[in-house]
T-cell receptor, first 108, second 115 residues
Framework: EDQVTQSPEALRLQEGESSSLNCSYT??????LFWYRQDPGKGPEFLFT???AGEEKEKERLKATLTKKESFLHITAPKPEDSATYLC?????????FGPGTRLSVLP | DGGITQSPKYLFRKEGQNVTLSCEQN?????MYWYRQDPGQGLRLIYY???????QKGDIAEGYSVSREKKESFPLTVTSAQKNPTAFYLC??????????????FGPGTRLTVL
């Protein structure tokens, strides 16, 4: 069965304190690994798609990387406005499986 | 602006009632989806549609129904057969049909509460 897990469940950082979020996947034949940002009470906002191990993508303070078993979302010098839930999803076969998310809080 | 709209933002339902959630997109996307989000869980797929007049059940279709009469519209009906309908409902769309390598774009969501 295809599965996606994310860790930690919640993360509190001080402003400027860099860290990484993990997304581990167990799927048959990964077609794409997707990262989204979700603010409370809103729909997920698309961030990145990664297709192959070794691929990296960056956007402002965020960088996503991919290995054969997991993906990381690195947050460099975060600001309070980066506070949100970050979701990852794995596309494999006919499935698009979401993880439960990591709730990030960045304190000023 | 291109995007996905959902209405209403909040919906209250009495037990035994059917309710319909609206989803419209002007992105010219072929595929559309309905997900349910519950606290602490990943998004779960209810139904999806790759083209007009065609739709497929997802992982948790029981108690729900959909239609796809127009490319732009994919309404979801939550029927009285759905035993635990209180949740946050998200509509999404993607280009090129349902492909697991195509990113999906989401609407703002509808929060349904059963009274």
């Amino acid at each position: 069965e295809d599965q996606v897990t994310q860790s930690p469940e919640a993360l509190r950082l001080q402003e400027g304190e860099s860290s990484s979020l993990n997304c581990s996947y167990t799927v048959s034949g990964l077609r794409g690994l997707f990262w989204y940002r979700q603010d409370p009470g809103k729909g997920p906002e698309f961030l990145f798609t990664l297709y192959s191990a070794g691929e990296e993508k960056e956007k402002e303070r965020l960088k996503a990387t991919l290995t054969k078993k997991e993906s990381f979302l690195h947050i460099t010098a975060p600001k309070p406005e980066d506070s949100a839930t970050y979701l990852c999803a794995a596309g494999a076969g006919q499935n698009f499986v979401f993880g439960p998310g990591t709730r990030l809080s960045v304190l000023p | 602006d291109g995007g996905i709209t959902q209405s209403p933002k909040y919906l209250f339902r009495k037990e035994g009632q059917n309710v319909t959630l609206s989803c419209e997109q002007n992105l010219n996307h072929d595929a559309m989806y309905w997900y349910r989000q519950d606290p602490g869980q990943g998004l779960r797929l209810i139904y999806y549609s790759q083209i007009v007049n065609d739709f497929q059940k997802g992982d948790i279709a029981e108690g729900y129904s959909v239609s796809r009469e127009k490319k732009e519209s994919f309404p979801l009906t939550v029927t009285s057969a759905q035993k635990n309908p209180t949740a946050f409902y998200l509509c999404a769309s993607s280009s090129g049909g349902y492909r697991s390598y195509n990113e999906q774009f989401f609407g703002p969501g509808t929060r349904l509460t059963v009274l």
